[in-house]
């Protein structure tokens, strides 16, 4: 080695580019080592108090089961300059991330997860909308080949007193993720041959058109179903709605879902207008229901809508009624018939009714009817209200393990408009029948899933105090930068 050169500047200064060359090549290449690593091997760590961010072993446990590759597409606009929308960013940012790292098996991504801003990538936006014929706008999509479910915004948060309390995006996810990816199809039949509401019909006040949509959209396979032509229910039954018949059923009729129910854990869905003999006394009897051919009348203006409906906001405490109460939400109804428990049902210990919908306190249920012109409360011969308008019921047997099993399920409601055209996206209605439909196949999947607790934090200071900390914090890089400047000095001197 020449040593002569180690004299040389400009060779040195070769040397120390060669030196710094080296070393960013190094560190680049430790960089993609790195992340290399943790592509195939993250490991996310959740630093927040209560694991707001973390998934359950629950949810785990789901993921690991899945077969086909899975998105979860965000169509939320970003700079909207809404806060809700940017705390729903904000949260989903976190627990997605979460999601996709857990979705990830054997080198194979089986979650993806793509945001879409609606505003600033259109065409990718309505190409989504187009592909599902989702009318539905800042949503959530979870798709799987051709099956979907949209998740909402109040989907997300846990409301309480008009606050939000909790975030349930964990809940709402993992559980849109199963249902995406389960096999079985629900087969939902409309009992026909009696002038019930007609599914290919669009007429503002007796069509199910906007309801056919909205199931269709959900993967539901909607049928219509005459019994006194087919003479049996179909074995892919999920379940039975008689949507409004405006005749009664006949006894064959009624002893067909009768055996439908009992034997084969059926599911049934009634809405009865009043005034109207349905025929199915006995069938309800065996569930606990009583729905007489009586008619509720209101006083209070306050109660009653510009098309003299009923403005429903009585809820008992049911899962069908959970986001409805969450978000102080009401139900429109036209003129209802009263649905009650019938007492003597407490005599049956495998089942189990539930009143869920009552009219207001100024609400009477009104004796003569056929013979007043003008109906008005009279206290000797009324029922004053309020007064149930809805019940569910359903019925369990204990095996011999002493486990609980459930079995068919019921659920009455004494009145059909609030699922018409033009009443079913309205108020609460539609979150209404999708919570009752939920209830009623079973498909709330009650996940170990705990809700996370949203904390906020607020701080109070003083602008004196303000003005100590800027001091505070300013005093450290000004002293860096005249440190600086004199070292700077002193080199050229």
């Given amino acids: 080695m020449d040593l002569g050169k180690l004299s040389d500047f400009s060779y040195i200064r070769k040397i120390r580019i060669t030196k710094r060359v080296f070393n960013t090549l190094l560190s680049i290449s430790l960089i993609i080592l790195i992340n290399t690593i943790f592509a195939h091997h993250s490991n996310r760590i959740d630093l927040t108090e209560k694991g707001l961010y973390s998934l359950s072993a629950e949810t785990k446990a789901h993921l690991r089961t899945l077969k086909q590759p899975t998105k979860i597409q965000v169509l939320l606009p970003k700079d909207s300059n809404q806060p809700k929308l940017e705390q729903i960013h904000t949260h989903l940012g976190h627990l997605l991330r979460s999601f996709e790292a857990e979705g990830r098996f054997d080198q194979k991504r089986l979650l993806s997860i793509e945001y879409i801003d609606p505003y600033r990538q259109r065409t990718r936006a309505q190409t989504i909308f187009n592909q599902f014929d989702i009318k539905d706008e800042n949503i959530i999509l979870v798709a799987q080949e051709d099956r979907y479910q949209i998740i909402r915004q109040e989907d997300l948060y846990e409301v309480k007193a008009g606050q939000i309390t909790g975030f349930k995006g964990e809940q709402a996810i993992t559980s849109a993720i199963i249902n995406v990816n389960s096999g079985k199809i629900h087969n939902i039949y409309f009992l026909t041959g009696h002038g019930e509401m007609q599914l290919e019909d669009s007429d503002p006040q007796k069509g199910l058109s906007q309801l056919r949509s909205f199931l269709e959209n959900r993967n539901f396979n909607t049928h219509s179903l005459n019994l006194l032509k087919e003479n049996a229910i179909p074995e892919d039954a999920s379940l039975i709605l008689i949507a409004a018949p405006q005749a009664q059923l006949m006894p064959v009729e009624v002893e067909l879902l009768r055996r439908y129910m009992n034997d084969q854990n059926g599911r049934l869905i009634a809405l009865i ?57 009401n139900a429109v109804f036209g003129q209802p018939r009263p649905i009650k428990k019938d007492p003597l049902a407490i005599s049956n210990k495998r089942l189990s009714v539930k009143e869920i919908l009552g009219t207001s306190e100024s609400s009477w249920i009104e004796r003569n009817y056929g013979t007043e012109t003008k109906p008005t409360y009279n206290p000797e011969k009324d029922f004053k209200g309020p007064i149930s308008i809805a019940a569910v019921s359903n019925l369990s047997y204990t095996s011999s393990l002493d486990i609980n099993i459930p079995s068919g399920r019921l659920a009455v409601f004494g009145n059909a408009t609030f699922i018409s055209n033009n009443h079913f996206q309205i108020f609460g209605n539609q979150l209404l029948f999708n919570s009752t439909l939920n209830w009623i196949l079973d498909r709330m999947h009650l996940l170990k899933i705990p809700i996370r607790t949203i904390q906020t934090f607020q701080i109070t200071i003083s602008q004196r105090d303000i003005q100590v900390l800027l001091l505070y914090y300013s005093i450290p890089p000004i002293l860096i930068a005249l440190w600086g400047f004199l ?7």
């Avoid at 070292?487 to 001197?493: G, N, T, V």
């Fill in 487 to 493: 070292i700077l000095y002193l080199r050229k001197r």
């Fill in 273 to 329: 207008d009043p005034g109207r003999i349905h025929g199915m006394d006995a069938l309800f009897f065996d569930w606990g229901v009583l729905a007489e051919n009586e008619f509720i009348y209101e006083k209070s203006s306050s109660i009653i809508s510009n098309s003299d409906d009923f403005i429903i906001h009585q809820f008992a405490d049911h899962p069908i009624n959970a986001l409805l109460l969450d978000y102080n939400l």
